[in-house]
């Protein structure tokens, strides 16, 4: 069983920046391809960034292209995300999901292990 822990979340100002943190358990954590999602209030969720296993492959929602960057410290078993430049539209729950696949995928439903999410709140 996978269980991931986001950290990091918290209250900014517009143009601020945070780093979110997902420590995952299991051992198989290197090879396992690793997404972001989040969900703002009344709105579905959705893609944020995902990194494949192995070679570290990154992808991105084009909303948040060029001010966020997912990467991941197989050694901490803990994938990251970076996110600079943030804007009011970027207030969301942050979720940090995990697949049993080396590949990245920007579908939930690809992914079999999700955390508990963490609130990131940006003010204007």
């Known amino acids: 069983q996978v269980q991931l822990v986001e950290s990091g979340g918290g209250l900014v100002q517009a143009g601020d920046s945070l780093r979110l943190s997902c420590a995952a358990s299991?051992?198989?954590?290197?090879?396992?391809?690793m997404g972001w999602f989040r969900q703002a209030p009344g709105r579905e969720r959705e893609f944020v960034a995902s990194?494949?296993?192995?070679?570290?492959?990154?992808d991105y929602a084009d909303s948040v292209k060029g001010r966020f960057t997912i990467s991941r410290d197989n050694a901490k078993n803990t994938v990251y995300l970076q996110m600079n430049s943030l804007k009011s539209e970027d207030t969301a729950i942050y979720y940090c999901?995990?697949?049993?696949?080396?590949?990245?995928?920007?579908?939930?439903?690809?992914?079999?292990?999700w955390g508990q999410g963490t609130q990131v709140t940006v003010s204007s």
């Open positions: 990194i494949s296993g192995r070679l570290g492959i990154t």
């Open positions: 299991g051992r198989t954590f290197s090879t396992a391809a």
């Open positions: 999901a995990g697949r049993g696949r080396y590949s990245g995928s920007p579908h939930g439903t690809d992914y079999s292990y």
